[in-house]
């Protein structure tokens, strides 16, 4: 399966800053995901990030807040805005690799701590 | 809409014990169903999955077949080990729609 790379792995950081995150892959992905995973708690989805158009949000999330970038096939970037501790938590991407119904994969995530 | 519903945790279970988590699910149309793996500190693996009824999925000595008629995911392992302690997630994949959905995890514990 594919090798994603998340950047930073953990960061902490002060309220009201913005951190943005890295997701690349080692080969073309037919889709690319975002995940919140606050502590303790699984994971939520919170956007598709579309290759050359505007990241798909789901329900609670919006753009302003979560501003997601994917300018080719193996890279994509979240950026974590105006940032509070309710910010805390993991975010991961994931991928799918090939057709419709095949099962994502994940990154190692970033652990975010917000001060 | 469509949800996973599984067992509360934590498990905790003596080595070479016998495990069960318990993960239904509700969907329309017939999904693809996940057993995710989230060892501490670490990201998601995937560790099995089944894509039809009575499908079985298996992998490391777990094992999970999905149940249209009860709509249930189970995940078992015949003897655990130290090293299975981890979270546990069920997911469920709406067809068409890429989106995955998540149980709310079970945390296993496995002592020596």
């Known amino acids: 399966s594919a090798v994603i790379s998340q950047k930073p792995s953990r960061d902490i950081c002060q309220r009201g800053t913005s951190l943005t995150i890295q997701c690349q892959v080692d080969s073309q992905v037919t889709m690319m995901f975002w995940y919140r995973q606050q502590p303790g708690q699984s994971l939520t989805l919170i956007a598709t990030?579309?290759?050359?158009?505007?990241?798909?949000?789901e329900s609670g999330f919006v753009i302003d807040k979560f501003p997601i970038s994917r300018p080719n096939l193996t890279f994509s970037t979240l950026t974590v805005s105006n940032m509070s501790p309710e910010d805390s938590s993991i975010y991961l991407c994931s991928v799918i690799t090939d057709s419709l119904n095949q099962p994502q994969h994940f990154g190692d995530g970033t652990r975010l701590s917000i001060l | 809409g469509d949800s996973v519903t599984q067992m509360e945790g934590p498990v905790t279970l003596s080595e070479e014990a016998f495990l069960t988590i318990n993960c239904t699910y509700t969907?329309?149309?017939?999904?693809?169903l996940f057993w995710y793996v989230q060892y501490p500190g670490e990201g998601l693996q995937l560790l099995l999955k089944a894509t039809k009824a009575d499908d079985k999925g298996s992998n490391k000595g777990f094992e999970a077949t999905y149940r249209k008629e009860t709509t249930s995911f189970h995940l078992e392992k015949g003897s655990v080990q130290v090293s299975d302690s981890a979270v546990y997630f069920c997911a469920l994949l709406s067809g068409g729609y890429n989106k995955l959905i998540f149980g709310a995890g079970t945390r296993l514990a496995v002592h020596p």
């Open positions: 990030a579309n290759q050359g158009s505007e990241a798909t949000y």
């Open positions: 969907a329309t149309g017939y999904p693809s």
